[in-house]
């Protein structure tokens, strides 16, 4: 199946450049809504272009890996009713069409390719309802369709699923100076499929891209097996973060970045016991960075979630053994140190063990509350820091803790294993 993309515009509201080519959450919007086409199914994209913008454009698509075909159209100022005429000659029967400066998410992609004709939101969260172009529906088919309309059902999304009937809607205006791609859709009464309430983005402004940026990011925030220090306090700084760094850093740098600052947090140990606790709390913070730029720039990997795993680990049993080294702990404390540490590390083992054996994410399959999570495991280490000056007690007294609490979580977890997969 071809997917058409109209990308004849010249964005004069953003400044004449090449809107697809404009990066929104680390990816070029063009990229953006290719790869999630190229992921379900879609195999070739049949890409209109002016000639100001067709040699970035097809530079893009050619660093990219992208099967393409550019078709130029060369009077762009006729409307992208006649650069969606031009490609009539490529495609098959059934085909998609896409706006070059719309932005989409996964879940939007993957149920609109499931419908037919235009796909419509009746609630849209995320466009200005004045600027957007309104729908009148009569039995299942479109019956007007613009931004003017007084009455109407729902708004058009820019995504199409079409067949070759619609282009002899196109031939009977051929003619006219301008050719608006609604006219030619309100002749063809096509099919109207409802999705509503999923993301989606006409971006035409700095300030819409801004915001499609800022959204994608939150977006890519699942929730799922964080616990209650990341859910209430780390997440409403790293999504912020996440925002300004974006389109500037991989998740893989992030995950550096994070990694060192939890480095430093052990050495700190050395000097500061205090300052120490602080910057291994904001290690914390950073290190939900990395996962959100990956998920909101399409740059997931299972190397990137195992490197950042692997990394953790590190950071968390280098600040615990510095901690207790200048803490002069006798023989007894260094026991129970070890055990801090072990079940530190036991905490993680375990359930990425369950995915190993299972095939499955544990936090997906149980909802699992226990206390004991690295975030949280974290923060309560940074409140004890603060306190030290109070005596070697107060460390002691922390790491008495996270070793009862870590350990009492892995034999919570290995019960719940085994009550529940014990005959897998």
Request: a positive charge; charged letters at 25%.
């Amino acid at each position: 199946m071809k997917a058409v993309v109209l990308c004849a515009g010249f964005g004069t509201r953003m400044g004449r450049t090449v809107k697809p080519l404009l990066k929104v959450a680390g990816r070029e919007i063009m990229f953006r809504n290719l790869k999630l086409l190229q992921d379900n199914g879609i195999d070739e994209f049949v890409v209109v272009v002016n000639n100001e913008n067709r040699k970035a454009i097809e530079d893009f698509l050619k660093r990219n890996n992208f099967k393409y075909r550019i078709v130029v159209n060369p009077h762009p100022e006729r409307g992208n009713g006649y650069s969606f005429y031009l490609a009539k000659d490529f495609v098959d029967d059934r085909f998609v069409l896409v706006m070059g400066d719309h932005v989409y998410d996964e879940e939007f992609v993957r149920v609109a390719l499931r419908g037919d004709g235009l796909i419509c939101d009746r609630n849209p969260l995320y466009v200005d309802i004045d600027e957007a172009t309104k729908v009148l529906v009569e039995n299942g088919r479109i019956k007007r369709i613009g931004k003017d309309l007084k009455e109407w059902c729902c708004v058009d999304t820019g995504f199409f699923i079409l067949t070759r009937d619609v282009f002899k809607y196109a031939e009977e205006i051929i003619d006219r100076e301008e050719i608006k791609l609604s006219d030619i859709i309100e002749r063809s009464r096509i099919k109207v499929t409802e999705i509503s309430g999923l993301f989606w983005m006409d971006v035409d402004t700095p300030e819409e891209l801004k915001k499609a940026n800022k959204l994608l990011v939150r977006k890519s925030y699942k929730g799922r097996g964080d616990g209650f220090v990341s859910r209430r306090i780390n997440r409403k700084i790293s999504l912020r973060l996440s925002e300004l760094l974006v389109n500037r850093i991989t998740p893989n740098q992030a995950t550096l970045i994070s990694f060192l600052v939890g480095i430093f947090s052990a050495i700190l140990n050395l000097f500061s016991i205090p300052l120490a606790g602080l910057v291994y709390q904001i290690s914390s913070i950073l290190d939900g960075i990395d996962g959100e730029i990956a998920r909101a720039s399409l740059r997931t990997s299972k190397f990137g979630g195992w490197l950042d795993s692997v990394l953790d680990r590190y950071v968390d049993f280098l600040f615990l053994l510095t901690l207790s080294f200048v803490s002069n702990l006798n023989n007894l404390e260094w026991i129970i140190a070890c055990f801090a540490m072990f079940g530190s590390f036991m905490v993680s083992y375990t359930t990425e063990r369950y995915k190993g054996a299972f095939f499955s994410d544990f936090y997906n399959d149980f909802d699992f509350k226990f206390p004991g999570k690295r975030d949280e495991r974290i923060f309560l280490i940074f409140l004890f820091c603060l306190f030290s000056f109070l005596g070697k007690f107060v460390i002691v007294t922390l790491l008495a803790l996270i070793a009862v609490i870590t350990n009492l979580r892995v034999v919570t977890t290995i019960y719940i294993v085994y009550k529940n997969k014990r005959f897998v």
